[in-house]
């Protein structure tokens, strides 16, 4: 089964971009689990996001997230896993699950 990991932190953090450790992290957590992820991305900060909302067939497009958090959606992963806890335990060793919180979500299955 698929699950989306998401990956919630405080994009001021990564003002200035991935430290090199942080940066090897990642690509540490790539390498161990290559079999399993399907896709991954980071994002670029909520600043440069739209958010666009269909009211009354009118369409409305405001600059930024949907609401101010503390956190913020910074990327995500696509892991194939046996089960929701196979890919929680996956989703523990991503480096931003030390910092901020870490989102796994079953992907719905349309027959």
Same mark, same amino acid.
């Given at each position: 089964?698929?699950?989306?990991?998401?990956i919630?932190e405080d994009?001021k953090r990564?003002?200035?971009g991935?430290?090199e450790?942080?940066?090897?992290e990642? %690509? &540490?957590?790539g390498?161990?689990?290559?079999g399993?992820?399907k896709s991954?991305? &980071?994002?670029?900060?909520t %600043?440069?996001?739209?958010t666009?909302?269909?009211r009354d067939?009118k369409?409305l497009t405001t600059?930024g997230? $949907?609401?101010e958090?503390?956190e913020?959606?910074? %990327? $995500?992963?696509l892991l194939?896993?046996?089960s929701?806890?196979?890919?929680a335990?996956?989703?523990?060793?991503?480096p931003?699950?030390r910092?901020?919180s870490?989102?796994?979500r079953?992907i719905?299955? $349309?027959?």
């Amino acid at each position: 089964m698929q699950y989306l990991v998401l990956i919630y932190e405080d994009e001021k953090r990564f003002a200035n971009g991935f430290s090199e450790s942080e940066f090897a992290e990642y %690509g &540490a957590f790539g390498k161990t689990n290559a079999g399993v992820i399907k896709s991954g991305n &980071a994002l670029q900060p909520t %600043g440069t996001a739209k958010t666009v909302r269909v009211r009354d067939s009118k369409t409305l497009t405001t600059d930024g997230p $949907f609401a101010e958090t503390k956190e913020q959606l910074g %990327g $995500f992963y696509l892991l194939e896993a046996t089960s929701i806890d196979e890919a929680a335990s996956i989703a523990s060793a991503i480096p931003a699950a030390r910092y901020g919180s870490v989102e796994v979500r079953p992907i719905m299955v $349309f027959s």
